[in-house]
C-alpha cells in the first residue's frame, strides 16, 4: 500500500491491496457494463400502513457482474459517483423503473396505479440534464408524473442553495414526487425541511431498528411521534424502512406512519413479483 498522505504510512494491507485491485477493476468495467447490460433492477414493496396495500416500489439496481456474480449498489455505486458513470447509469434505472411503472399500469389498469420510487445520487441533482431527461422518459414511456417519486437523501440536501433546489422544485411542480430518503441520519435543521420541495420523509432504518422489541423503548417511540407529527403538520408523507417484524409495523402504525417497506413484507424482488404481492392485496 502506498502512503496515505502527509507523512503517515499504511501497513501492507494484502485484503486492502485486493480490494484496491477489485475496486480498480470494477470502476474499469463499469462503462463496458452499462453498454452489455449487465445492470439490472429489483423491485421492493412499499405498503401502506393502515389497510396493507401495495401502492408502488423502490427501484434497487443490481450489477450481474460476469466473474463476481451479483453486486448490490453498495459495491458500485460510489465507484459510479466518482467516476461520472452514475448519470448514465442513473437515467437508465429511471428510464428502465418508469417503463415497469407503465407496465404494472398497463396490466392492473387505471384504477390501480404502481408508483415507482427511484434514488438519485447527488451527481445526478447537479447534472443539467436532470429534468429535461426526468421529462422526456415520462413523455416517451406515457406514464403520469404522479407515478414516479425520486429518492434524494437528506445528506444530498444539507446546506443546498437554490440552484441546487430549482430542479427539484420543477420536477415537484411537474407533479413528481421528491422523498428525503435516510432522514434522520444528516443533521439537517428540522425547520430547514419547509424550503425544500418534498412530499414524503424517509426514516432511515436505523429508527424502525429501535423498535425490534415490544414494547419499544420509550424515547425511540418519542422520537419517531415527534418526526412524524412533524412531518404531518407541513403535509409531508412518512415511509419507514426496514421493517423486518410484525412489532415493528404495528408500532409504527400506532405512531401514524403511512406507508412502510422492509423485508416483512418482500425482500427486493424481479418485477413479476411485486405484481403477484399486489394482486394478492387487490382481490384479498
Ligand atoms: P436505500 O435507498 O436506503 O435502500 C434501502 C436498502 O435497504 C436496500 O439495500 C434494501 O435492500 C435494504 N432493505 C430493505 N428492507 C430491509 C429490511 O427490512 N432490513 C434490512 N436490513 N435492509 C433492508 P440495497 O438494495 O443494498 O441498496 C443500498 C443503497 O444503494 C440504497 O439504500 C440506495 O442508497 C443505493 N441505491 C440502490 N439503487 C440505486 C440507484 O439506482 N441509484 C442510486 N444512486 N443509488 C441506489
Ligand atoms: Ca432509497
Ligand atoms: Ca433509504
Ligand atoms: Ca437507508
Redesign the pocket.
Known sequence: AKSAGGNRYELADPEADARAITRHGLTTALPAALDRGEFFIEY?PLVRLDDGEVHGA????RWLHPQHGVL???RF?GLAEHTGL?VPL?RW?LEESVRQARDWQRQHGEDFPLRVN????PCQLTHPGLVSDTVEILERTGVEPEALCL?V?ESALIGADDDLLKPLRRLAEMGVDIAL??FGTGYSNLANLRRLPVSILKLD?SFTQGMQQYPADPVDLKIVEGIVTLAHSLDLTVTV????TGAQAEQLRVLGCDTA????YAR?GPPDRLRELALVDATG
Do not use: F, K, M
Open positions: 421492493q423502490e427501484a434497487l439496481v448490490g449498489p453498495d455505486i452514475i442513473g434505472v427511484v434514488n438519485l445520487s429518492e437523501t430518503d435516510d432504518r424502512e426496514g421493517v423486518e417497506q422492509g423485508w416483512y427486493p
